[in-house]
Each structure stands twice: as structure tokens, then as C-alpha cells.
């Protein structure tokens, strides 16, 4: 006897030849269940594909995080969100850091994403804010400028001499003065 079927609770019972199986709506909820005689006993079972119950187990499911919540990487109806990607064979999303697209939510937190890996520009590789930089988000892009007047020479500077005040030969913008 094998009630532990994947179907209604109570509803389904299989002996050896008898299996009685469901049918999926459009919005996997079960539409009918039909007893099916079957030639052998039933030893392997196919998981049917339900959103939201944190298995991948095919069909429509690009992923499946165990809810049916939008905006944390795998959508409502277990679509995979844009920014985010599959990690390895799980059905939890991961955020893709240097695609562009900066994402913050309760799993993931990126505060910056200049659509690269590259390290020494201000957006580091794993798509934070490099020390002695500032990152701000424009439209679709980010800007990254290093932090002048911290006595360290990046990006665009061309002297940095510790302080915003010019006259002493780097200016506040730390850009060499005639």
C-alpha cells in the first residue's frame, strides 16, 4: 500500500496494479483524479511540477525558492527574474553580479554593478563599493569617482595630496594646479 502519492490529502491510494492519477489545471491545482489500472507494481514515482514548493522537478519551472513571492530572484510563477541566474543545480536564484543591474533584496545585496568584473574601477568583482570610491546609480548606468582629498591616488586623479583645498598644488578636485 503506498499512500503517500503526491496528490490530494487522503484522496489518492495505490495498491499494486490500481494507481489513481491527477491531472494539473493551468494553475497546477488538481482537476481531476481517474483510477488507472496498471500492469506492475508501482515502484518509481514522477514528482508533478508545483510552484512554490522549493523542488525542481521540470515542466514550466524555471525555479522554484518554496514561495510565491516576486522580486527575490524567482518570480511568483517560478520564472527566473531578471539580474539573477540558477546555482548549479538548485532551485534557489543568484544574484549575477556585472551584468548591470544592481540588486538588493533579503538574499542578496549588491551596491553597486557596473556590468563588469573589473577590480580599481570603484564597482570591485563582487559588486561592491571599492574603498575610496563613490558609486552612484545614473538611469541604466553607474558612475564611479574616487574620493578625492584621502591621500590616495585612483581613477582619474592626478595628485592627491589629503585635503579638498587648493593652492598648494593639487586642487580640490585633485587634479595637478600650473
Same mark, same amino acid.
Given at each position: #500500500?503506498?499512500?503517500?502519492?503526491?496528490?490530494?490529502?487522503?484522496?489518492?491510494?495505490?495498491? &499494486? &496494479?490500481?494507481?489513481?492519477?491527477?491531472?494539473?489545471?493551468?494553475?497546477?491545482?488538481? !482537476?481531476?483524479?481517474?483510477?488507472?489500472? #496498471?500492469?506492475?507494481?508501482?515502484?518509481?514515482? %514522477?514528482? =508533478?511540477?508545483?510552484?512554490?514548493?522549493?523542488?525542481?522537478?521540470?515542466? &514550466?519551472?524555471?525555479? @522554484?525558492?518554496?514561495?510565491?513571492?516576486?522580486?527575490?530572484?524567482?518570480?511568483?510563477?517560478? #520564472?527566473?527574474?531578471?539580474?539573477?541566474?540558477?546555482?548549479?543545480?538548485?532551485?534557489?536564484?543568484?544574484?549575477?553580479?556585472?551584468?548591470?543591474?544592481? =540588486?538588493?533584496? !533579503? #538574499?542578496?545585496? %549588491?551596491?553597486?554593478?557596473?556590468?563588469?568584473? @573589473?577590480?580599481?574601477?570603484?564597482?570591485?568583482?563582487?559588486?561592491?563599493? &571599492?574603498?575610496?570610491?563613490?558609486?552612484?546609480?545614473?538611469?541604466?548606468?553607474?558612475?564611479?569617482?574616487?574620493?578625492?582629498?584621502? %591621500?590616495?591616488?585612483?581613477?582619474?586623479?592626478?595628485?592627491?595630496?589629503?585635503?579638498?583645498?587648493?593652492?598648494?598644488?593639487?586642487?580640490?578636485?585633485?587634479?595637478?594646479?600650473?
Amino acid at each position: #500500500r503506498d499512500d503517500q502519492f503526491p496528490c490530494e490529502a487522503g484522496g489518492m491510494a495505490s495498491e &499494486e &496494479e490500481l494507481c489513481i492519477t491527477c491531472t494539473l489545471d493551468a494553475l497546477a491545482v488538481y !482537476a481531476a483524479c481517474v483510477p488507472e489500472l #496498471r500492469g506492475a507494481a508501482l515502484d518509481s514515482r %514522477e514528482h =508533478v511540477p508545483v510552484c512554490g514548493d522549493a523542488r525542481m522537478t521540470g515542466g &514550466e519551472e524555471e525555479c @522554484d525558492d518554496g514561495n510565491h513571492v516576486s522580486g527575490d530572484g524567482c518570480s511568483s510563477r517560478c #520564472r527566473l527574474e531578471e539580474g539573477y541566474t540558477l546555482q548549479g543545480q538548485g532551485p534557489l536564484p543568484a544574484n549575477v553580479c556585472g551584468d548591470g543591474l544592481a =540588486v538588493s533584496n !533579503a #538574499r542578496y545585496t %549588491e551596491q553597486c554593478d557596473d556590468g563588469n568584473l @573589473d577590480e580599481g574601477d570603484g564597482c570591485g568583482a563582487g559588486c561592491h563599493v &571599492e574603498q575610496g570610491w563613490t558609486c552612484v546609480e545614473c538611469g541604466d548606468e553607474w558612475a564611479c569617482d574616487p574620493v578625492c582629498g584621502d %591621500e590616495m591616488l585612483r581613477g582619474s586623479e592626478t595628485c592627491d595630496d589629503g585635503n579638498s583645498q587648493g593652492g598648494d598644488g593639487c586642487s580640490g578636485e585633485c587634479t595637478l594646479e600650473g
